[in-house]
T-cell receptor, first 117, second 112 residues
Framework: GAVVSQHPSWVICKSGTSVKIECRSL??????MFWYRQFPKQSLMLMAT?????????EQGVEKDKFLINHASLTLSTLTVTSAHPEDSSFYIC?????????????FGEGSRLTVL | GQQVMQIPQYQHVQEGEDFTTYCNSS?????IQWYKQRPGGHPVFLIQ?????EVKKQKRLTFQFGEAKKNSSLHITATQTTDVGTYFC????????????FGQGTTLQVKP
């Protein structure tokens, strides 16, 4: 199956700092990637849709100035959590759909666990 | 927005017992997908159902899509400890972006 790689897997940062998470599609091109957030024992909540070469589309309630998304190439999308606070601690997962696939299957990255102290 | 309700939230079974999780929507779905997330891992695609009344099997897993395309179920026969994890259904969100909206998930614990 298609491979989506996410980096870093774990990150601990101080409150007020910014953290960048990278999501790469390794063996296919992804014009669209999706960023999800998952709190412990909860479901995946869609944060935004990342579109290559254009602005991301954010879900209701997600602050676009706080969660900066850049999709500069067909294989890379980045999520920057700016001025992180402890309540931003969560599991952030990116995903992508393979173009031309028979199904709308999402391929997920390994996830990035963010802890803000 | 598009929502899907999934029950139960948790299920503890003895190894060998069966397990079922259900997803329900108030609106007709174009399709529904199922994912499995192992503890500490990321979601992995299991299957997509598209047709009304569709039933698909993957070894001990049986997936069903309701006749009205408003509900779906995942049934595991004779659970094993390797079945442990959280099972999510997911439906396509509004708009033509391909984004998926996930159900609340059912966490399965299997006692050996």
């Amino acid at each position: 199956g298609a491979v989506v790689s996410q980096h870093p897997s774990w990150v601990i940062c101080k409150s007020g700092t910014s953290v960048k998470i990278e999501c790469r599609s390794l063996d296919f091109q992804a014009t669209t990637m999706f960023w999800y957030r998952q709190f412990p024992k909860q479901s995946l909540m869609l944060m935004a849709t990342s579109n290559e070469g254009s602005k991301a589309t954010y879900e209701q309630g997600v602050e676009k100035d706080k969660f900066l998304i850049n999709h500069a190439s067909l294989t890379l999308s980045t999520l920057t959590v700016t001025s992180a606070h402890p309540e931003d601690s969560s599991f952030y997962i990116c995903s992508a759909t393979r173009q031309g696939a028979n199904t709308g299957e999402l391929f997920f990255g390994e996830g990035s666990r963010l802890t803000v102290l | 927005g598009q929502q899907v309700m999934q029950i139960p939230q948790y299920q503890h079974v003895q190894e060998g017992e069966d397990f079922t999780t259900y997803c329900n929507s108030s609106t007709t779905l174009s399709n529904i997908q199922w994912y499995k997330q192992r503890p500490g891992g990321h979601p992995v695609f299991l299957i997509q159902l598209v047709k009304s009344g569709e039933v698909k099997k993957q070894k001990r897993l049986t997936f069903q899509f309701g006749e009205a395309k408003k509900n779906s179920s995942l049934h595991i026969t004779a659970t094993q400890t390797t079945d442990v994890g959280t099972y999510f259904c997911a439906v396509v969100g509004r708009g033509n972006t391909g984004k998926l909206i996930f159900g609340q998930g059912t966490t399965l614990q299997v006692k050996p």
